[in-house]
């Protein structure tokens, strides 16, 4: 037993290239500019789901999973909130609150970055018609998903400004809760990201 091991840690020791044959310096990740509580990113978009558009800002916050030079896979958490203007007929406001988790990925190049993030997590909405509409006011928490691409330009080594696309949606929209029609749709946006 003692030979087996004896042998198997020869057999490893010389499979271990030398420090001078690897390719290149080691990578040195450097730390992020701001602490894990505080968000990574703020985004200023637009929810079109017609005719209603839906203003909303997010704050994100992202722990990496997997980091190279060029590569970056993230843990995402994001909270935002919107309002709805130009409304359907009969609405007299309408709220968009959210909590998404999900993952994202970044290619960092040295001046170019590009990425997408998926999440999903629950949406609370209100929506208020006038007194002449036959609907309640809806106040409920329902699931929802989004999806987005986003490229941006890195002003320097910490700083990100750019813009993304996206689609978000309810998992169900149901007839007896018109508003969920209304909920979500195209974004289109822009972020600013500090690494």
């Known amino acids: 037993m003692i030979a087996l091991a004896s042998a198997l840690t020869l057999v490893l020791a010389a499979s271990d290239p030398e420090p001078d044959a690897l390719s290149g310096p080691p990578v040195v990740l450097e730390p992020h500019l701001v602490p894990p509580f505080v968000p990574r990113s ?21 722990i990496d999973l997997f980091t ?63 007194p002449i509409e036959p609907y309640q006011t809806e106040n409920r928490v329902i699931g929802y998903a989004e999806g987005r691409l986003q490229g941006g330009y890195e002003f320097n080594k910490h700083l990100v400004l750019g813009i993304y696309f996206g689609f978000g949606s309810p998992f169900l929209v149901e007839q007896k809760y018109p508003g969920t029609a209304y909920l979500g749709g195209f974004m289109p946006g822009i972020f600013l990201e500090w690494l």
Do not use: C, K
């Open 68 to 130: 190279s030079t060029t590569h970056n896979f993230y843990l995402l958490v994001e909270l935002g909130s919107g309002f709805g203007v130009n409304r359907a007929p009969g609405m007299t406001a309408v709220y968009q609150h959210l909590g998404v988790l999900g993952f994202g990925y970044r290619n960092i190049t040295r001046v170019i970055h590009w990425g997408f993030q998926f999440g999903i997590g629950p949406l609370w909405y209100r929506t208020f018609y006038s």
């Open 42 to 62: 703020i985004s200023f978009g637009l929810s079109i789901n017609s005719p209603m558009l839906t203003p909303n800002v997010r704050l994100d916050w992202d």
